[in-house]
């Protein structure tokens, strides 16, 4: 049974969620102002995080800032519905996924399901992928460049592992997103174009100058092989 953190200062919303995420299947603790939930999140040994953006004390970017300075605990943001900018900069800091207030229980844990699901899918002992001086080894999630560690989110480690093990062809968007990231692709979303630029900086450049990861106009995102 999953242990979920529910951080929102709305308490009608959060003993509602977390009524429904019980009856789910969940454990549900509940933090009602930034400050306790990030308390609580270093304290103790949860599965995932929800997160609000807007809360008293510690607002959920700052929260989840100082967060990946020590861990990479799956996160889930709550944003108001629109606000673009809340949803790039919490993807950018490393949130997993990202759900709009207000949002439908079912459609929350639908989300909350995929993400623990690439999670368990990560954990497979032994199994790793090499692709020129790439590693990827989803048992402890971990990545390396020429033997220098990446410092990957739960998302982006789904992403590249997609990318890496179909190289030199193309994935479409919305393959990576339902697959990457557990969700069917929307008309404005670009939480993929987030993510892969947050790979490719955390990449670095290639020595024969050419992208690690090519991106193909109205189609998708291909990973290019690097025979040197």
């Known amino acids: 049974m999953a242990q979920l953190l529910l951080i929102d200062d709305d308490k009608e919303l959060t003993t ?26 270093l304290a103790q040994q949860y599965d995932l995080l929800v997160l609000d953006v807007m809360m008293p004390q510690l607002d959920g970017i700052s929260l989840l ?11 889930l943001m709550l944003t108001a519905r629109g606000d673009d900018i809340d949803r790039v ?17 079912r459609e929350l844990v639908a989300r909350i399901r995929a993400i623990l699901r690439r999670v368990q899918l990560q954990q497979q002992p032994d199994l790793q992928l090499h692709e ?44 990576l997103s339902a697959q990457g990231l557990g969700k069917t692709l929307s008309q ?19 020595p024969d100058q050419q992208p690690w990861i090519e991106a193909v106009r109205g189609k998708g995102y291909q990973w290019l092989k690097y025979s040197a």
Request: aromatic fraction near 6%.
């Open 16 to 41: 509602m969620l977390a009524t429904y995420l019980q009856r789910e299947g969940f454990r549900v603790a509940v933090a009602n102002d930034g400050l306790t939930g990030l308390q609580m999140a």
């Open 65 to 75: 800032k100082r967060l990946r300075q020590v861990s990479d605990k799956p996160v």
């Open 89 to 105: 900069v919490g993807l950018e800091l490393g949130a997993d996924d990202y759900v709009p207030k207000p949002c439908l229980p």
């Open 132 to 175: 020129g001086p790439l590693l990827l080894t989803p048992a402890n999630r971990s990545a390396s460049v020429y033997g220098r560690a990446l410092e990957l989110t739960g998302a982006e480690f789904s992403l590249l592992w997609l990318l890496v093990s179909q190289a030199g062809r193309i994935v479409s968007k919305a393959d």
């Open 188 to 206: 404005y979303d670009r939480s993929i174009d987030v993510h892969i630029s947050n790979i490719r900086a955390k990449l670095g450049p290639r």
